[in-house]
């Protein structure tokens, strides 16, 4: 039997559909979803770069900024030269510079001229909490004479009463010009500085004897919890309050429990820290 007109066309165009749709379908599998597997990978490649660019603008900002306060530090405060090289002139400035805050020696060393411009050496050492010598050192630094510090040695100190105590000596060289203004130089401002941690500061030390007769919870006997508060015969067999956070020999008293009938104290026994927990006898 013939195949009618009307049926050959529609087989036809059926066919021509599905070489369309396998022919789209091969092109979608083997062009385009490999070149959007590229473009992905691409986009993975710009993002990283995007994130290192955004921290690069974070770094250039924060450097902007400290070149900012350093150019007008230098603008507005500029360096100047010692009248002189005689010596009241520096130790002047010396105490002017630590303000009393830092227990200082004095040792001239020598003095060398060149024309009419010259340097003069000198020793200093002593003793002071660590901050205050770092605040001085920043002073120095960034003061307006031309000073500038060219050793320095920093060591602890075995003073248990202050724990930041550091010994120093440092060698310091110190700029003058005999033809220069007849005044004493003054710096422009006391600099802080930027280093607040201590790192001669001993992670185990000794500890403070417990000259005011504070509570030693590991001497002492809970009696009795009532609220946030607890009392306790301590190591004087003296019957004695406390408070939740109040301070105790060495810590403070960290937690109560009515219902487990304890209380927790937190120790520092000179950089080791335990937990006492005292409970209430049966």
């Given at each position: 039997?013939?195949?009618?007109?009307?049926?050959?066309?529609?087989?036809?165009?059926?066919?021509?559909?599905?070489?369309?749709?396998?022919?789209?379908?091969?092109?979608?599998?083997?062009?385009?979803?490999?070149?959007?597997?590229?473009?992905?990978?691409?986009?993975?490649?710009?993002?990283?770069?995007?994130?290192?660019?955004?921290?690069?603008?974070t770094?250039?900002?924060?450097?902007?900024?400290?070149?900012?306060?350093?150019?007008?530090?230098?603008?507005?405060?500029?360096?100047?030269?010692?009248?002189?090289h005689?010596?009241?002139?520096?130790?002047?400035?010396?105490?002017?510079?630590?303000?009393?805050?830092?227990?200082?020696?004095?040792?001239?060393?020598?003095?060398?001229?060149?024309?009419?411009?010259?340097?003069?050496?000198?020793?200093?050492?002593?003793?002071?909490?660590?901050?205050?010598?770092?605040?001085?050192?920043?002073?120095?630094?960034?003061?307006?004479?031309?000073?500038?510090?060219?050793?320095?040695?920093?060591?602890?100190?075995?003073?248990?009463?202050?724990?930041?105590?550091?010994?120093?000596?440092?060698n310091?060289?110190?700029?003058?010009?005999?033809g220069?203004?007849?005044?004493?130089?003054?710096?422009?401002?006391?600099?802080?500085?930027e280093?607040?941690?201590?790192?001669?500061?001993?992670?185990?030390?000794?500890?403070?004897?417990?000259?005011?007769?504070?509570?030693?919870?590991?001497?002492?006997?809970?009696?009795?919890?009532?609220?946030?508060?607890?009392?306790?015969?301590?190591?004087?067999?003296?019957?004695?309050?406390?408070?939740?956070?109040?301070?105790?020999?060495?810590?403070?008293?960290?937690?109560?429990?009515?219902?487990?009938?304890?209380?927790?104290?937190?120790?520092?026994?000179?950089?080791?820290?335990e937990?006492?927990?005292?409970?209430?006898?049966?």
């Amino acid at each position: 039997m013939s195949m009618t007109y009307s049926i050959r066309n529609t087989l036809l165009l059926a066919a021509t559909l599905l070489i369309m749709l396998g022919t789209g379908f091969t092109w979608l599998w083997f062009g385009s979803w490999q070149e959007l597997g590229e473009l992905e990978k691409s986009n993975d490649v710009k993002r990283a770069q995007l994130a290192g660019l955004t921290a690069e603008v974070t770094r250039f900002s924060e450097v902007y900024e400290q070149n900012e306060t350093l150019t007008h530090r230098i603008d507005n405060y500029p360096k100047t030269l010692f009248p002189s090289h005689r010596l009241p002139h520096l130790y002047d400035y010396l105490r002017l510079a630590d303000r009393g805050s830092v227990f200082l020696n004095y040792t001239f060393t020598d003095s060398t001229a060149q024309g009419s411009h010259g340097r003069m050496r000198f020793n200093v050492d002593g003793v002071s909490d660590y901050r205050q010598l770092r605040d001085f050192i920043f002073t120095v630094e960034h003061s307006s004479p031309a000073v500038r510090i060219t050793d320095l040695q920093v060591r602890p100190t075995s003073n248990q009463n202050n724990l930041h105590e550091v010994g120093f000596r440092m060698n310091l060289v110190a700029y003058y010009n005999r033809g220069g203004r007849n005044v004493i130089p003054t710096y422009a401002e006391q600099v802080r500085g930027e280093l607040p941690h201590n790192p001669f500061f001993p992670l185990i030390h000794g500890v403070a004897p417990n000259a005011n007769n504070m509570i030693e919870p590991e001497r002492s006997r809970l009696q009795a919890i009532s609220g946030d508060a607890i009392f306790l015969y301590d190591q004087g067999n003296q019957l004695r309050r406390l408070v939740l956070r109040e301070r105790v020999h060495l810590g403070y008293l960290e937690s109560v429990s009515a219902e487990r009938r304890e209380a927790t104290f937190l120790l520092n026994k000179g950089g080791i820290i335990e937990r006492v927990t005292l409970r209430i006898s049966q």
